[in-house]
């Protein structure tokens, strides 16, 4: 079940802009991240939600999408997120995070695939413009944006091949495809 979750839990970057996420949804997914491991329990992350098309709207600029697909500027309005979760560090809890970030962002889009939902962590953030844009004290660190939605793009695994390249592409039906490396590559010892 975990694995079939893991499979089905790809970066989705294209979605149902119309097909909206409650906050009490983002709320439920951020409570998993809440009981997830943390560095020495201290449990530094923070958390804002942006559910409705105004608040979505100040976050969107900010992002950068696909790096590898360089024709590709983004999800075009009414392809884009219907939600966003933001996490943050507070710098006044702990000054660096290890990696609670990344298990939170985990745990949160695990969720969000249960509940039929698709999303991409992202972390190429303009953070001053959303620290701006958001008003969020400096006490609080941007450290990954989730942006969330009703997936409207087929993704596929397949494995590298011989040429090693792991850049995701996108082929003639828009269908997206990304490689991962086999397992006997990656357990070397
Ligand atoms: C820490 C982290 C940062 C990422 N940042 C971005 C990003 O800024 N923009 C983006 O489009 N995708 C981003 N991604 C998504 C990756 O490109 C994606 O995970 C990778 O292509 C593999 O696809 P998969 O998630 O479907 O396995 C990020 C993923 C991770 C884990």
Redo the contacts with the bound molecule.
């Keep these: 079940m975990i694995r079939d979750l893991i499979i089905k ?3 989705y ?1 294209r979605f149902f802009q119309e097909v909206t996420i409650e906050r009490q949804t983002l709320a439920e997914l951020v409570d998993l991240a809440r009981l997830s491991a943390s560095g020495a329990n201290l449990q530094p992350l923070k958390y804002i939600l942006s559910c409705d098309p105004q608040k979505n709207a100040l976050i969107f600029p900010h ?6 697909l360089k024709d590709w500027p983004g999800p075009s309005d009414g392809e884009r997120p219907s939600a966003y979760i933001i996490i943050l560090n507070d710098t006044q809890i702990r000054t660096s995070v290890g990696c609670d970030h ?1 298990i939170a ?1 985990q745990s949160i889009m695990l969720g969000a695939t249960e509940k039929g939902l698709g999303g ?6 303009q953070k001053d413009g959303i620290q701006k844009a958001l008003d969020i004290p400096s006490r609080y660190e941007i450290l ?1 944006v989730l942006a969330l939605g009703k997936p409207r793009e087929k ?1 596929v ?1 397949e494995t590298v091949d011989k040429t090693g390249d792991i850049k ?1 592409w996108r082929d003639a039906e828009d269908v997206h495809h ?1 490689p ?1 490396r086999p397992l006997d590559d990656i357990i070397i010892g």
């Design positions: 839990n790809r970066s970057r992002l950068a999408w696909a790096g590898y990344g962002a991409c962590i992202i972390a190429s953030i990954l993704v695994i995701y990304v991962k």
